[in-house]
């Protein structure tokens, strides 16, 4: 048994029924509205039960319980708690932690971008062709697609594709490159029992989507990205990849079909600065971008963050300007067993410190080997740090497109410049 596990059961025996603040309840639908749900997405293939551990604001172990077998526990809570998420991987035990989880929050960790494969499934496609195209590409939510050979030879029958087991429907879309590039977008696309995805309908051109950047002097280059939103995610982009060393304006050639949600984010980088500054927003489609990079935005990083022992929190130095709403970190540790990586989402406290829980146990206070965080960013919303999002540990790094939960939104957020990671 895994010291971990002996740590888990200990706890548990401990705790019995005798919660303060918390007791645990059924999992799934039966949550009650007043309970934190967790839902923890494992790799495919893995036979490890996380732990999973509430604790109050002040540290207090309140409850430590399994997830069920559709990776789901919950807790019932009267004040705000902290949830740390435990999880064994083959050389590194994880531990992901949401901060200030409100009663009636479900929050999730997505492992399986970080650890494993998706499932997998298999379709067939049938599309009609694009004058002149000699490449095809099938976009999803879930992955891209080369159906070169699927469209170009029909006689030669549909070839299968392996997709991973997303949602039906589904928004799909073909991209076709030949001397020029056209999209055939097919929203809401479901997939059958019979895996047959016939599209249908005409090519469109790419449509130019002209930007400019206010609110910002100090920057030397800039990344400019915009996308077609499916589903949630991301389901393709064009960006710019241009350096701004004279202008702030530009534009982009991009799938722009009505109707659709766009997804917008400038990635802006100052000469010899530690951090870069990210400014995303995402609904209705439009032809022109302003990028206001000015003071909601927060402030620029004056040095990478360390892990202050002796106040068991991250500390960093930043300049004046805006205050974020929420502060991501990942950094990690080993002991001589274990390697250790932690993640932690917070909402900001006032000055430049994210003081961290203190977990249950030694093995998971950091010592040993210390790796200084090579994650970390200070993020801004327009509706503070509950808006940062309840899915976005696991799924989601610095330098991804923004997870959407809603259907409209904007988020800036500062990260690390890869220089400085150390």
């Not at 999803?140 to 392996?162: E, K, N, Q, R, Y």
């Not at 949630?232 to 710019?240: A, K, Y």
Request: one cysteine or more; aromatic letters at 8%.
């Amino acid at each position: 048994m895994s010291r971990f596990r002996a740590l888990g059961l200990l706890l548990m025996s401990a705790c019995g029924d005798n919660h303060n603040h918390f007791f645990e309840v059924a999992s799934g639908s039966d949550a009650d509205v007043r309970s934190i749900t967790v839902h923890y997405i494992a790799p495919l293939g893995t036979a490890n039960t996380p732990t999973v551990i509430f604790q109050t604001l002040t540290d207090s172990v309140e409850l430590v319980t399994r997830l069920d077998a559709n990776g789901f526990a919950n807790a019932r809570v009267s004040t705000d708690a902290n949830v740390t998420i435990a999880v064994d991987h083959a050389n590194t035990r994880s531990l992901y932690t949401y901060m200030g989880v409100h009663p009636g929050d479900a929050v999730e960790v997505d492992d399986r971008t970080a650890s494993g494969p998706l499932d997998l499934r298999t379709v067939t496609l049938d599309a009609p062709t694009s004058d002149g195209a000699t490449a095809y590409l099938l976009e999803t939510p879930c992955g891209d697609f080369d159906v070169s050979s699927s469209i170009l030879d029909p006689g030669a029958g549909t070839v299968p594709l392996s997709l991973p087991d997303c949602p039906s429907p589904m928004d799909l879309i073909v991209r076709a490159f030949g001397q020029s590039t056209t999209y055939l977008y097919a929203p809401d696309s479901p997939i059958p029992d019979t895996m047959q995805v016939s599209l249908t309908g005409g090519y469109r051109s790419l449509d130019p989507v002209a930007f400019e950047i206010v609110g910002a002097t100090d920057f030397i280059v800039a990344q400019v990205l915009i996308g077609l939103v499916g589903q949630s995610r991301v389901l393709v982009s064009d960006q710019s990849g241009v350096s701004l060393t004279l202008t702030t304006n530009g534009s982009i050639n991009t799938s722009r079909p009505p109707g659709a949600t766009q997804y917008r984010e400038a990635t802006l980088l100052a000469p010899f600065a530690v951090s870069r500054l990210h400014v995303v927003e995402w609904g209705d489609s439009t032809a022109r971008w302003v990028v206001d990079a000015g003071a909601s935005s927060p402030a620029a990083l004056l040095s990478a963050p360390i892990y202050d022992a002796q106040e068991h929190a991250i500390v960093w130095n930043e300049a004046q300007g805006a205050t974020s709403d929420a502060v991501l970190v990942t950094f990690g540790w080993a002991d001589e067993t274990t390697n250790f990586q932690w993640t932690v989402l917070a909402p900001r406290e006032d000055g430049t410190k994210l003081t961290l829980p203190r977990l249950p146990g030694p093995e998971l206070t950091p010592n040993g080997s210390l790796v200084q965080p090579f994650v970390f960013a200070t993020i801004s919303t327009d509706s503070g740090y509950r808006a940062v999002g309840t899915r976005l540990l696991g799924s989601w790094r610095p330098g991804l497109p923004w997870p959407l939960e809603e259907p409209f939104g904007r988020v800036r957020y500062r990260d690390l410049d890869a220089t400085f990671v150390r």
